[in-house]
């Protein structure tokens, strides 16, 4: 492997619960995962993340972990896990494992020693408070609704949970928290594992003194991530953590970091080689564009001139320093084809490779979630009941509590709800979409009957053999890891163009991200380039004049020079 490895690689995220069940009880498992591994090697990715496979309460679906060394018995066994390993090295791939560490679960053992008394030597591994005033210690929310406080009687205290409180929150501070977080990586490396994504990374570090949030109403606690994330240790700790796991050790990793609310400068210190924090950074400003300042389930639409601006200003400021991720789709956020693309029509197919097609066009690692390499689409959630996410449920029920609009809550959730990422993947046209012989935990998308693995292999110009192209590309052309961007018609509201200016050659990546047919002007110095990679069938193999006549959500990268 050659150094930064991971800036040619691209990675496939697998969430095991909706992935393949090999045993049959409704929930996806490692057994699934083996039997499934030369589908993901035929797709070309290099990376496996696995979202958490560790002993759980399943509480978080796996983001709440009571014992970081064993596999929960849902997905299968420590045993069964080395075999996975062991069959992805041998494709020649690299498994990262999901790390959530800003919390455990309040079965984990470090909890229930620090809960069992205040002078429990682990007490302080955790946040513990007084009432104030007989209530919360501050006005902090949970991003699964409530406050982010829970009172616990056996020691007359508050914990501090920014999501379920059943999710206690680790106290970084700590200098044995930080030494057990590097115990349980050396663990996981010492099995061979790759690397590791790690969840609300950014969270480990709180403001000093956990003040009251200030800039919105109580508990609207995620616009208030800015006021207690990013805290003043946490390029310490990370740093800490990078020297002492990964010092010295032979190998090639890749570290993640999932930071909701960061921004382009802060991610540039967390990604710049030279502090030697992280590799790369989740951010969330384009896959936030569409809520409304009563955050997420508040939708408000699609502005593509407002998308478009958030990804190229990430693009422009970790163009010298550091590196982007670069994803759509994850667990946590609905299938973007039918969020920016247009699931419900003639244009599903082309919507979802044009999508994909500027998405990839740009710097920095490609991250594919299970299904989108097909072009899955939403679930036609209808009703409260429908969904099983915690922060659905709990978001409905607050909603209902505080008499707020439950029809614009339910167009929210469906549209904007994790349960949308969640539904099983879709293999083939059989029972339950071939992804398990029992009764699944989430229901299959009835469209699976066209939209499935089988068929996309079968068929030549598949959103799946799409995804093989682009990751072709990323593999073959330096100029996609190496080359300069810079933006064009960035307030046109249809059309999605840039450039990748290399020493030597150049790249032209232009959608038209609409129905309606558009005349684009282009620089005399595409004429003659050649098509490298189009969506529609048809296209011309070169740009033979300045005036590009793109069909709806017609998609193409041009090479010249
Ligand atoms: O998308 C989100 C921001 O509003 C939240 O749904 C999400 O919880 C947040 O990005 C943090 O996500 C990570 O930590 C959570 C877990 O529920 C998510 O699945 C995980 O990706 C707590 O571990």
Same mark, same amino acid.
């Given at each position: 492997m050659t150094a930064d490895w991971w800036k040619t690689a691209v990675v496939y995220q697998i969430y095991p619960r909706s992935f393949a069940d090999s045993g049959g009880d409704g929930i996806g498992d490692l057994g699934g995962i083996i039997g499934r591994l030369d589908y993901l090697k035929t797709l070309g990715v290099d990376v496996i993340w696995l979202s958490p496979v560790y002993r759980s309460p399943q509480v978080d679906n796996g983001y709440d972990i009571s014992d970081y060394r064993d596999v929960d018995p849902v997905f299968g066994s420590l045993a069964e896990f080395d075999a996975l390993l062991t069959h992805v090295h041998e494709r020649g791939m690299k498994l990262v494992m999901d790390l959530v560490v800003n919390h455990t679960s309040d079965e984990h053992p470090w909890f229930v020693e620090s809960r069992s008394s205040r002078d429990n030597p682990k007490r302080d591994w955790y946040f513990w408070r007084d009432a104030r005033d007989g209530a919360e210690p501050n006005n902090w !929310?949970? #991003? #699964?609704? /409530?406050?982010?406080? =829970?009172?616990? /009687?056996?020691?007359? =205290? &508050?914990?501090?949970?920014?999501? $379920?409180?059943k999710q206690p929150d680790l106290n970084w501070e700590h200098p044995e928290v930080r030494a057990a977080v590097r115990d349980v990586m050396t663990w996981w490396l010492d099995r061979g594992v790759d690397g590791f994504r790690m969840d609300v990374v950014n969270f480990i570090s709180k403001v000093a003194g956990l003040p009251d949030a200030t800039a919105v109403p109580d508990r609207q606690f995620v616009s208030a991530i800015a006021e207690f994330a990013d805290g003043p240790h946490v390029h310490e700790y990370l740093a800490e953590l990078s020297r002492e796991v #990964?010092?010295? @050790? %032979?190998? %090639?990793? *890749?570290?993640?970091g999932e930071m909701p609310g960061v921004t382009p400068e802060q991610a540039r210190l967390y990604t710049d080689p030279a502090r030697g924090e992280l590799n790369m950074v989740f951010q969330f400003e384009h896959v936030s564009v569409d809520q409304?300042?009563? !955050?997420? #389930? $508040?939708? @408000? !639409?699609? $502005?593509?001139? *407002?998308?478009?601006? +958030?990804? &190229?200003r990430w693009q422009l400021a970790l163009a010298e320093v550091g590196w982007n991720s670069l994803y759509w789709n994850n667990h946590d956020q609905p299938r973007v084809v039918s969020r920016f693309g247009d699931d419900g029509s003639q244009y599903w197919a082309a919507s979802a490779k +044009?999508?994909?097609t500027v998405l990839h066009g740009m710097r920095g690692t490609p991250f594919v979630y299970q299904g989108e390499e097909l072009g899955m689409t939403n679930y036609p959630f209808r009703t409260a009941q429908d969904h099983q996410d915690l922060e659905a449920i709990n978001y409905y029920r607050d909603v209902v509590e505080r008499g707020g609009d439950? %029809?614009?809550?339910?167009?929210?959730?469906?549209? *904007?709800? @994790?349960?949308n990422a969640r539904t099983p993947m879709q293999w083939d046209a059989g029972p339950n979409a071939g992804f398990t012989a029992g009764n699944p935990w989430l229901p299959v998308n009835p469209n699976h009957a066209w939209l499935n693995a089988d068929a996309q292999l079968a068929e030549r110009d598949s959103v799946f053999t799409h995804y093989q192209a682009l990751i072709r590309l990323r593999h073959e052309w330096p100029i996609l890891r190496d080359g300069d961007f810079t933006p064009l018609l960035e307030d046109d509201p249809q059309i999605w163009a840039y450039t990748r200016r290399a020493p030597v050659g150049c790249l032209l990546v232009i959608a038209n991200c609409g129905r309606e047919p558009r005349t684009v002007e282009i620089a005399a110095e595409w004429i003659a380039a050649d098509l490298l990679l189009g969506n529609l069938p048809g296209t011309a193999a070169t740009a033979d004049s300045t005036s590009l006549h793109l069909a709806g959500w017609d998609a193409r990268i041009y090479s010249a020079g």
């Amino acid at each position: 492997m050659t150094a930064d490895w991971w800036k040619t690689a691209v990675v496939y995220q697998i969430y095991p619960r909706s992935f393949a069940d090999s045993g049959g009880d409704g929930i996806g498992d490692l057994g699934g995962i083996i039997g499934r591994l030369d589908y993901l090697k035929t797709l070309g990715v290099d990376v496996i993340w696995l979202s958490p496979v560790y002993r759980s309460p399943q509480v978080d679906n796996g983001y709440d972990i009571s014992d970081y060394r064993d596999v929960d018995p849902v997905f299968g066994s420590l045993a069964e896990f080395d075999a996975l390993l062991t069959h992805v090295h041998e494709r020649g791939m690299k498994l990262v494992m999901d790390l959530v560490v800003n919390h455990t679960s309040d079965e984990h053992p470090w909890f229930v020693e620090s809960r069992s008394s205040r002078d429990n030597p682990k007490r302080d591994w955790y946040f513990w408070r007084d009432a104030r005033d007989g209530a919360e210690p501050n006005n902090w !929310g949970s #991003f #699964f609704s /409530g406050s982010a406080w =829970q009172w616990d /009687g056996k020691t007359g =205290q &508050y914990y501090l949970h920014l999501f $379920d409180r059943k999710q206690p929150d680790l106290n970084w501070e700590h200098p044995e928290v930080r030494a057990a977080v590097r115990d349980v990586m050396t663990w996981w490396l010492d099995r061979g594992v790759d690397g590791f994504r790690m969840d609300v990374v950014n969270f480990i570090s709180k403001v000093a003194g956990l003040p009251d949030a200030t800039a919105v109403p109580d508990r609207q606690f995620v616009s208030a991530i800015a006021e207690f994330a990013d805290g003043p240790h946490v390029h310490e700790y990370l740093a800490e953590l990078s020297r002492e796991v #990964f010092g010295g @050790r %032979e190998g %090639e990793f *890749i570290t993640v970091g999932e930071m909701p609310g960061v921004t382009p400068e802060q991610a540039r210190l967390y990604t710049d080689p030279a502090r030697g924090e992280l590799n790369m950074v989740f951010q969330f400003e384009h896959v936030s564009v569409d809520q409304g300042p009563a !955050g997420k #389930f $508040d939708y @408000r !639409g699609l $502005d593509l001139v *407002i998308l478009k601006k +958030a990804l &190229y200003r990430w693009q422009l400021a970790l163009a010298e320093v550091g590196w982007n991720s670069l994803y759509w789709n994850n667990h946590d956020q609905p299938r973007v084809v039918s969020r920016f693309g247009d699931d419900g029509s003639q244009y599903w197919a082309a919507s979802a490779k +044009a999508l994909a097609t500027v998405l990839h066009g740009m710097r920095g690692t490609p991250f594919v979630y299970q299904g989108e390499e097909l072009g899955m689409t939403n679930y036609p959630f209808r009703t409260a009941q429908d969904h099983q996410d915690l922060e659905a449920i709990n978001y409905y029920r607050d909603v209902v509590e505080r008499g707020g609009d439950t %029809e614009a809550a339910l167009v929210g959730l469906a549209k *904007i709800s @994790r349960d949308n990422a969640r539904t099983p993947m879709q293999w083939d046209a059989g029972p339950n979409a071939g992804f398990t012989a029992g009764n699944p935990w989430l229901p299959v998308n009835p469209n699976h009957a066209w939209l499935n693995a089988d068929a996309q292999l079968a068929e030549r110009d598949s959103v799946f053999t799409h995804y093989q192209a682009l990751i072709r590309l990323r593999h073959e052309w330096p100029i996609l890891r190496d080359g300069d961007f810079t933006p064009l018609l960035e307030d046109d509201p249809q059309i999605w163009a840039y450039t990748r200016r290399a020493p030597v050659g150049c790249l032209l990546v232009i959608a038209n991200c609409g129905r309606e047919p558009r005349t684009v002007e282009i620089a005399a110095e595409w004429i003659a380039a050649d098509l490298l990679l189009g969506n529609l069938p048809g296209t011309a193999a070169t740009a033979d004049s300045t005036s590009l006549h793109l069909a709806g959500w017609d998609a193409r990268i041009y090479s010249a020079g």
